[in-house]
C-alpha cells in the first residue's frame, strides 16, 4: 500500500488495467467517482482519504456537494454513468475499477468503506 500520494499516472494505469478503458474514459470515470464519493460522504470523513491521493484527485473531493446526500449503490453508479455518458452497467465495472484500485492501494479507503452501506462492498471489490 502508498504511504504517501500515489502517483496519478499509475493510479489512471490500473483503472485503465481493470476496467479495460482507454486513459481519457479512466480520467473521467475516476474524477466522477471521486465527485460521487464526495456528494455520498461528510467531507470530514474524506479528509484522510484526499491526503493520500494524487494532487489531481483532491480537487474531485472538493467539487462534490458540501451535502452528504444518502444515496445507494445503484444510484451512485448511475450518477457516475451520466457524468461520463456511459451506461449504467458499464460504469458498474468502471466504478469497480476505481474504487477497487484506491481500496487495494490507499490504507484510508478502508475507514471510507466502513462508513458507507454494506451494498457498497460490491463496488470495491
Not at 484510508?108 to 460490491?122: D, G, S, T
Request: glycine share 4%.
Amino acid at each position: 500500500r502508498v504511504v504517501w500520494p500515489m502517483e496519478y499516472a499509475e493510479l489512471l494505469q490500473q483503472v485503465q488495467a481493470a476496467a479495460t478503458l482507454d486513459r481519457a474514459t479512466a480520467k473521467r470515470v475516476t474524477w466522477a467517482t471521486m465527485v460521487m464519493l464526495a456528494e455520498r460522504m461528510h467531507h470530514d470523513e474524506l479528509v484522510p482519504l484526499g491526503a493520500r491521493l494524487p494532487h489531481e484527485l483532491q480537487a474531485a473531493l472538493q467539487a462534490g456537494s458540501p451535502t452528504c446526500q444518502p444515496f445507494g449503490a445503484d444510484e451512485f453508479v448511475r450518477r457516475v454513468a451520466e457524468r461520463v455518458g456511459v451506461e449504467p452497467q458499464a460504469a458498474w465495472t468502471q466504478v469497480r475499477a476505481v474504487l477497487g484500485t484506491l481500496e487495494r492501494e490507499v490504507a484510508e479507503m478502508e475507514a471510507v468503506r466502513q462508513r458507507l452501506p454494506p451494498e457498497f462492498a460490491a463496488l470495491m471489490a
